[in-house]
């Protein structure tokens, strides 16, 4: 079993499912002669040539919608999308074409293409580069929505999103490029839909995707070690399908729920979430269910405006301390 980072898992596994089946290739903006603005396609265009790993110019609903016919005539193109951002100049090829198709001509052909694209903020990047708008996709019935947090579900999944015969937003954080983890030898595809429980606990459930679902496991490990709080992690994976009966079957047990999120409170993945565990879990609650999300203004680019902003360690501890307060369950 191998420590890499998240970017490189990405990279091997574009590679490996490219050396596996003829029909995956790549398109997107820089990906080939500059390597791509992240560097997940470095040495690809070398290896594989300009007909598996097309450069385009900066027009994202030309090339979604290349990328689209493409798999239509039954070729699985991995699009890069330099940021989610830009893909708001996509989202009609996005929205009413790629998760449409399927459905509206009876399954006579499908789509399966994976959109590859980061976003999040903490890069003093600005307001309009630091999004966290996967809300708008995975609200959309015909698209899957995943969002690894570790380098062996990066892989795990892009695995299942390439070889899925469905339009697959592949979710990555800005913030996760750099983090390293172990990643087995052997990986299988991972299933579409299925949430994970990274830690076990009994006190209280914390749920995350993403960056935060990373942040969920440090903020449990350091509860458990320095106050003895014994925290359940369920790290979501997938926003559509959203596993709703792993995230019930913790609350029933723990009774409390945080739910952490890079986007906006209001609205967010995070009210699904909530709403899921009113519906499943309502009767075992002993406290509401809280939530921490980003500030609800255009992310500033001055540093400490921008961190202030973001959902962190220290305010996911502050409402898992208020949680446990309300009922009396916090160790002092």
């Not at 110019?57 to 979604?64: N, S, W």
């Not at 929205?95 to 976003?119: D, E």
């Not at 890069?123 to 309009?128: D, Y």
């Not at 929505?145 to 979710?171: E, M």
Request: proline share 5%; net charge negative.
């Amino acid at each position: 079993m191998a420590v890499i980072s998240y970017r490189q898992a990405l990279h091997d596994t574009l590679r490996e499912e490219m050396l596996c089946d003829e029909d995956v290739f790549l398109i997107g903006e820089e990906i080939g002669v500059f390597e791509g603005s992240y560097k997940i396609t470095a040495g690809l265009l070398k290896e594989f040539g300009e007909k598996r790993v097309r450069d385009t110019p900066i027009a994202e609903e030309g090339f979604v919608g290349a990328a689209v016919g493409a798999a239509m005539l039954g070729l699985r193109p991995v699009v890069e999308l330099m940021t989610i951002n830009f893909s708001l100049i996509a989202l009609d090829q996005i929205v009413n074409h790629a998760a449409k198709i399927y459905g509206m001509f009876g399954g006579q052909t499908s789509v399966p293409m994976v959109l590859r694209t980061p976003g999040g903020g903490g890069q003093q990047l600005g307001a309009t580069h630091s999004q966290n708008i996967e809300l708008y996709y995975a609200f959309v019935p015909g698209l899957k929505v995943v969002a690894p947090s570790t380098p062996a579900d990066a892989k795990a999944l892009l695995l299942a999103s390439i070889r899925d015969n469905d339009p697959v937003l592949f979710l990555e954080n800005l913030a996760l490029y750099n983090t390293k983890g172990e990643v087995p030898d052997v990986v299988e595809p991972a299933e579409i839909g299925k949430a994970k429980v990274t830690k076990q606990g009994t006190d209280i459930t914390i749920i995350g995707y993403s960056r935060m679902a990373m942040v969920a496991q440090q903020v449990a490990e350091k509860l458990q070690a320095e106050e003895g709080i014994n925290a359940e992690v369920v790290d979501l994976r997938s926003l559509r399908p959203l596993d709703r009966d792993t995230v019930v079957e913790s609350v029933r047990k723990t009774g409390c729920a945080v739910i952490a999120e890079d986007d906006w409170l209001t609205y967010g993945i995070g009210a699904e979430v909530a709403a899921s565990i009113s519906d499943g879990a309502f009767d075992y609650l002993d406290a509401p269910v809280r939530r921490v999300a980003a500030a609800e203004v255009p992310l500033p680019y001055a540093k400490p405006l921008e961190r202030a902003a973001l959902p962190s360690a220290e305010s996911l501890t502050t409402a898992v301390h208020q949680t446990l307060d309300a009922v009396g369950r916090r160790r002092r």
